[in-house]
């Protein structure tokens, strides 16, 4: 038997597309079924000024293989030498939809990020003006700090902090991981959203540890406890605006992985849609997707849903997902669920 679900053409609002031959290989797993999304500026050197932001559009889109169509929706990247004229005029021409924080050695390629919130003060005032979201990683840096409970101490301690202190400005809390991070969402109506990912609906981190240590399954924010999880799928199932599709895939070579000091990030791009059908399917909430994939995220950005339309169909034999793509330097693995996925974009 097979079923199909169609929904309009869904976007992705948290993306890393890297660059030079990693971009090439990489642009058209999301290209294929995602209409737009929110790129990632943490390329090394980072994005940081609008110019930097319309060269890198200008290569995503000269990488973009013929017959697609995809429009990169570009972030800057925050430092503390970041001119607010620079980043009024990138928001004002339409070129650059958000600005990125990173506390400075957070994740990967974040070193240029912010380590004292008072000098990006007047950044976030023109960015509260002018309604201009800023993307968040939310995990605080410091060493004392377990790496479980950095998302939940970085809610208290810096985010709280910056929104009290900035009226008006629009957060997104990108790739919660935490009960802590759903609830905060959830207690605070005005200017708040969060992306999740695909893969923290579905792993836990007994998935990374458990029988041996699974390169693959560790990425930044690193995924929690069973529970956390959970209100995760909670939050993504609801129908609750606020939460929205952000998967977060970040390629990595596998070489650099499955290595001693392995590199933090899941590469979903390929097979995010199917793995999402199979989650909402199963927590009851198929027609939840629409909402969380294609309607939510525009909806916080102020645009419009695309026009086209994505299918999905179910079919009784597991769906057979490409397990690597291949870059010039060298294979980049695709998220493993570790159980059979029977649907597949049609
Ligand atoms: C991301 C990357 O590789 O750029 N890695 C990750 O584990 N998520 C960075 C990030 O989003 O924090
Ligand atoms: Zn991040
Ligand atoms: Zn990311």
């Known amino acids: 038997m097979t079923q199909s679900l169609t ?34 500026p943490n390329l090394v050197p980072p994005v940081v000024t609008g110019a930097d932001a319309a060269a890198y559009r200008d290569r995503i889109m000269a990488a973009l293989p013929e017959g697609m169509t995809f429009d990169p929706l570009m972030t800057l990247y925050l430092t503390e030498a970041t001119d607010p004229a620079d980043v009024r005029a990138a928001a004002e021409s339409g070129l650059v939809k958000a600005l990125k924080l990173y506390p400075a050695g957070a994740t990967t390629n974040s070193a240029s990020g912010v380590r004292d919130f008072d000098k990006v003060r007047p950044v976030l005032e023109i960015m509260a003006e002018i309604g201009l979201p800023l993307c ?11 790496i479980f409970d950095r998302e939940a101490v970085f ?7 910056i929104r009290r202190a900035t009226p008006g400005l629009r957060v997104v809390m990108e790739h919660i991981t935490t009960s802590n991070g759903v609830d905060y969402v959830k207690a605070n109506d005005r200017d708040l959203g969060a992306t999740i990912t695909t893969h923290h609906l579905i792993i836990n981190r007994n ?34 605006a606020r939460f929205f ?60 849903v695309n026009a086209e339309t994505l299918t999905l169909v179910k079919s009784d034999t597991a769906t057979a997902f490409p397990a690597k793509i291949d870059t010039p330097d060298g294979p980049v693995t695709v998220f493993d669920p570790g159980y059979p996925v029977h649907w597949s974009v049609q």
């Open 155 to 161: 809610i208290d301690r810096v985010l709280d902090p």
């Open 7 to 40: 929904i309009p053409r869904p976007d992705d609002w948290h993306l890393h597309l890297r660059d030079g031959a990693m971009l090439q290989a990489v642009l058209p797993e999301t290209a294929r079924d995602f209409g737009r999304a929110i790129i990632m």
């Open 245 to 304: 599709l952000g998967t977060d895939s970040a390629p990595h070579l596998d070489h650099l992985k499955e290595h001693a000091c392995g590199c933090a990030g899941c590469f979903t791009a390929t097979n995010t849609m199917p793995l999402l059908a199979h989650v909402f399917e199963e927590d009851g909430a198929l027609d939840k997707l629409e909402g969380f994939a294609s309607r939510n995220g525009p909806a916080f950005y102020g645009l419009p």
């Open 207 to 240: 998935h990374i540890l458990v029988g041996g240590i699974k390169p693959h399954y560790y990425c930044l924010p690193v995924a929690k406890r069973e529970e956390h999880r959970l209100a995760l799928r909670a939050a993504a199932t609801s129908g609750d």
């Open 136 to 146: 968040v990683h939310g995990e605080v840096t410091d060493s004392d700090i377990d």
